[in-house]
Nanobody
Framework: QVQLVESGGGLVQAGGSLRLSCAAS????????MGWYRQPPGKQRELVAD???????NYVDSVKGRFIISRDNAKNTVYLQMNSLKPEDTAVYYC??????????????WGQGTQVTVSS
């Protein structure tokens, strides 16, 4: 009953920037945590960054200082501003959310994924 729709992926040269967006819709009371995961080709999925409803953030070491995660609670939307992109950032990026349909229930949801390709 909750859908996560991602946008903003694409092809960019090394050193460039992209901004990913993910909007949640459906039966939502609140969203505790929203985040971004990525899966490079042939590798396992990893957490890139997440953010709580209060604004606390967490980043994987490889993107610290380059990426910024933010959210708009009124729009149930999370963003990932990616700067100084490197070829090793190439991956499918997935939005993730821990959603409460009511104050006592929580379920997690995934977006469909968006491709980010960084050329040398």
């Amino acid at each position: 009953q909750v859908q996560l729709v991602e946008s903003g992926g694409g092809l960019v040269q090394a050193g460039g920037s992209l901004r990913l967006s993910c909007a949640a819709s459906g039966s939502i009371f609140s969203i505790d945590v929203m985040g971004w995961y990525r899966q490079p080709p042939g590798k396992q999925r990893e957490l890139v960054a997440d953010i709580t409803s209060g604004g606390s953030t967490n980043y994987v070491d490889s993107v610290k200082g380059r990426f910024i995660i933010s959210r708009d609670n009124a729009k149930n939307t999370v963003y990932l501003q990616m700067n100084s992109l490197k070829p090793e950032d190439t991956a499918v990026y997935y939005c993730h959310a821990d959603v409460r349909g009511d104050p006592w229930s929580r379920r997690d949801y995934w977006g469909q994924g968006t491709q980010v390709t960084v050329s040398s």
